[in-house]
């Protein structure tokens, strides 16, 4: 948990030695990086020794610990030096990788950091664009919700171009059905799609009661089919004195 917070710490850093930064080449550079006043550069490693018993950088090969090499190099700008553990000549484990641009000398991130900090900085612009335009919603019971710019210049502006460009096909899209007809329109367009019953003695005034013939063509309904019809076609009425229809006379 130490090394990872002290490696978190060393991001943050950048180290350079102005009095060498102008003699920097591929045969300078390690010399320029195994500086002691550089915080990435740790003492105890095969460089140090190698140094102390004034040896060459080819010796390092055969030693086992911790070793610092150049990995790369785009002159006169960049150079990239690499932190590694070596078990032998032929092996080594990468531990961090630390670039020189310009005399500087920066700590490369590695794969975990560059991830959380994109989703970290995605994280707050999203919730800094949500908050931004939650202060422009507008809420109004008939319209609902809207947007209102006026605030801010170039938004207002934009909006109101955009509401010349597309004034016409606004007005057919926005709004509800409620909203853009009447209530009576909508009231006689349910009563024709579903009209009520006529009441039984209006049924009765407007229709004159059938003669036998009719109701013989019609199947000849007797007087207990008649007074169990049920229904708005129920012709048994309270308070409506009618004679009930001519018995069928047998043949």
């Known amino acids: 948990m130490a090394s990872r917070q002290m490696a978190n710490d060393h991001l943050r850093l950048s180290w350079h030695d102005t009095q060498m930064m102008a003699t920097l080449s591929p045969q ?6 195994c500086r002691r006043s550089n915080p ?5 490693c095969n460089n140090e020794t190698i140094r102390m018993q004034r040896l060459g950088p080819e010796h390092l090969h055969n030693m086992i610990g911790l070793e610092y090499i150049l990995l790369h190099v785009a002159e006169p700008i960049l150079y990239v030096i690499r932190k590694q553990h070596r078990h032998n000549p032929s092996e080594a484990t990468p531990i961090a990788d630390y670039y020189i641009i310009g ?4 700590k490369a991130p590695d794969l975990a950091n560059v991830i959380n900090a994109r989703i970290l900085n995605t994280v707050v612009n999203l919730q800094s664009a949500f908050e931004e335009a939650s202060g422009y919603a507008r809420y109004h019971p008939n319209k609902g ?3 209102d710019f006026s605030s801010n210049k170039v938004l207002s ?6 509401k010349k460009d597309t004034s016409s096909s606004k007005d057919e899209n926005s709004g509800t059905l409620f909203q853009k007809q009447r209530v009576d329109m909508l009231l006689a ?19 004159a009661p059938p003669t036998g013939d009719e109701m013989s063509s019609a199947g000849g309904l007797n007087s207990n089919e008649m007074n169990n019809a049920t229904g708005p076609l129920d012709i048994k ?7 009930p229809p001519p018995e069928k006379k047998s043949k």
């Open 28 to 33: 300078t550079v390690m010399d320029y990086f």
């Open 103 to 106: 005399g500087t000398v920066y």
């Open 157 to 162: 502006d934009k909006s109101k171009s955009d």
């Open 145 to 147: 919700y809207t947007w």
């Open 237 to 243: 009425t309270e308070g409506v004195d009618m004679k």
């Open 40 to 44: 990435f550069y740790e003492h105890i």
């Open 189 to 207: 367009e349910l009563l024709r799609k579903f009209p009520p019953p006529i009441p039984p003695m209006l049924q009765n005034l407007q229709q």
